[in-house]
Nanobody, 115 residues
Framework: QVQLVESGGGLVQPGGSLRLSCAAS????????MGWYRRAPGEQREMVAT???????NYGDSLKGRFTISRDSSKNTVDLQMNGLKPEDTAVYYC?????????WGQGTQVTVSS
């Protein structure tokens, strides 16, 4: 199994920035990619960004350019840098890890964009 712990959420004003971090532990040898997802109140979960073991990235519609996913293999962390935040970015953000055993999820971290 893979355990994931997110951190870095909080309250930020529109136009501000936040950096989320996801620390992974456990059976990491089988992990072939990781990602960030979010769920806004009353909405379905949506993909924010993913990164493969080879470093290939993919972003949700309209997020590329504001959000950047990165990883530090030496620390087993995946970060999400979020710039130019908008009120509609308010959501619980979840880290995910994809492996041969399935998808593992973190507990989520709240991001609120409000003045």
């Amino acid at each position: 199994q893979v355990q994931l712990v997110e951190s870095g959420g909080g309250l930020v004003q529109p136009g501000g920035s936040l950096r989320l971090s996801c620390a992974a532990s456990g059976s990491l040898v089988s992990v072939y990619g990781m990602g960030w997802y979010r769920r806004a109140p009353g909405e379905q979960r949506e993909m924010v960004a993913t990164i493969s073991r080879d470093g290939l990235t993919n972003y949700g519609d309209s997020l590329k350019g504001r959000f950047t996913i990165s990883r530090d293999s030496s620390k087993n962390t995946v970060d999400l840098q979020m710039n130019g935040l908008k009120p509609e970015d308010t959501a619980v953000y979840y880290c995910a890890a994809y492996s041969s055993m399935g998808t593992s999820w973190g507990q989520g971290t709240q991001v609120t964009v409000s003045s």
